[in-house]
């Protein structure tokens, strides 16, 4: 009739332990990116809108053939 003896107390603590842990394991998979790949993100959004830019044409007001309608 006599089993193991369990602490509950630890038992409770590693039962909490281990849910923490496939937490952390979900949002690591959900949100988890490291900091090199964001920087990359950011220099290759920065390199696209640079010549997304330098294709832009300034308007000017002052267009001597469009200006004697």
Do not use: H, W
């Not at 602490?7 to 690591?28: T, V, Y």
């Not at 900091?35 to 002052?62: F, H, I, M, V, W």
């Amino acid at each position: 009739m006599s089993g193991d003896v369990v602490n509950l107390r630890q038992f409770r603590k590693r039962n909490a332990r281990a849910e923490k842990e496939k937490q952390a394991e979900q949002n690591r998979i959900s949100f988890g990116r490291t900091k090199a790949e964001k920087s990359l993100t950011d220099a290759l959004n920065a390199k696209a809108a640079k010549a997304l830019d330098q294709g832009r044409r300034e308007p000017t007001a002052d267009r001597p053939d469009e200006a004697e309608d």
